[in-house]
């Protein structure tokens, strides 16, 4: 699904990395490993489209990225470092907006659902404000409990800051979707055991 | 393309619902801004009737920087923005729900409050009503313009007084071609060259000020 050729990443005068090549089939899963500072956060910003690179090429089903926009987008589901969660829209709320911007639509009910898996069952009308650090990530996360439809996950550090609980979860929501034959792109610095048809790590040096 | 828009219109909306505060302030500023004139200058109608276009139109204009730097702001903070440049909508239709959105909650009331605040300068029932559609037709110019500042300035050390330095400027033409069309209806002539040349402002920036956006919170991202 996803064809990468030769790309090389740079921030200000220093380059990250450079000649990186690899293809991502159905159910295939990227494991991008390397220290900080090593550039992980921008591959994976590089994959998702929201930067350009140095150079190389970033092809999905065979047409550029940089080409194809919103046609790529409708197909990607993607979680940053940053939450995207607003203070001030409860976790339902948040849940909701960020399905829509991924141009999907959820009953209340699924919404229900999808928060009572990811352990926010009892937080649902709360503003986020109100809720810590590691439940806001939860919110953030909810939303690959109703991304089955979306062929390519890409996670910047989804583990972070979760307790050992709503990390099984989400192992396991990976899990399923690979089994489903979605292809997931994620960083991670905890070591977690993901069951894929084929499966691959880059190392980044820093 | 109509449902993108739609959910960020009604997103924003809600979302300035919830900080109502924020909302209140820029308009009890544009208020207390007019009000100080009357105040200060004293009570002389005739020299009161010949400022007041000026005065309206460059409190708007200054309660509209007040409201512009959150337009991207706090999208960028958390990565609601970061969503939206990968959202499955057309980036286009998500800056222009934005700028929707934005001119509801500062250009409109600033707009509707206009004709009240404009009795304090014994200002004739004609001269009002221009006033207002002056800045029915000016202020969405302002929040076009003003969105392109504050999509440049996003992430910069300083942004605020940047924006004001950047953006400033640019709101001449409409403030000069606002407050003018007044000082014509007060002059008894026709304020029609005016406002037509405010409605040519309108129709450009519709056309330059999206995609110019787009374009700077592309490079924010890059």
Known sequence: ?206 | MLGGLQTIVARDLRLSMRRRGDVLNHLVFFVIVVTLFPLGVGAEPNLLRAMAPGIVWVAALLAAMLSLQRMFASDYADGSLEQMLISAHPLGVIVVGKFIAHWLVSGLPVTLLAPLVGVQFDLSQQALAVLTVSLLVGTPVLSLIGGVGAALTLGVRGGGVLLALLVLPLFVPVLIFGAGGVSEAQAGMSAAPHLSLLGAFLAMSCVVAPWATCAALRIAYD
Request: with cysteine; net charge neutral.
């Open chain 1, 1 to 206: 699904m996803m064809e990468v050729r030769d790309l090389a990443c740079e921030r200000g005068d220093v380059r990250l990395f450079s000649g990186l090549e690899f293809s991502l089939g159905e159910g295939g899963l990227l494991l991008v490993q390397g220290p900080n500072g090593s550039g992980k956060t921008s591959l994976l910003r590089l994959v998702a489209g929201l930067s350009r690179p140095a150079a190389g090429t970033v092809r999905w089903r065979g047409e550029e990225i940089a080409g194809l926009r919103e046609a790529y987008a409708r197909e990607l589901l993607f979680v940053g470092h940053a939450n995207a969660v607003k203070d001030e829209f409860s976790a339902d709320e948040n849940l909701a907006i960020s399905l829509e911007l991924c141009g999907r639509r959820a009953t209340a009910a699924a919404r229900a659902g999808a928060l009572d898996r990811i352990g926010l069952a009892t937080r649902a009308s709360l503003p986020a404000r109100y809720l810590s650090q590691g439940q806001k990530r939860r919110v953030a996360l909810a939303r690959l409990c109703l991304a089955a439809d979306f062929p390519l996950w890409i996670l910047d550090e989804p583990f972070a800051a979760l307790d050992g609980g709503a990390l099984a979860t989400v192992v396991a929501l990976v899990d399923a979707h690979l089994e489903r034959g979605g292809a997931v792109i994620l960083t991670s610095h905890q070591e977690v055991s993901i069951a894929a048809r084929t499966r691959f790590s880059i190392a980044l040096e820093g």
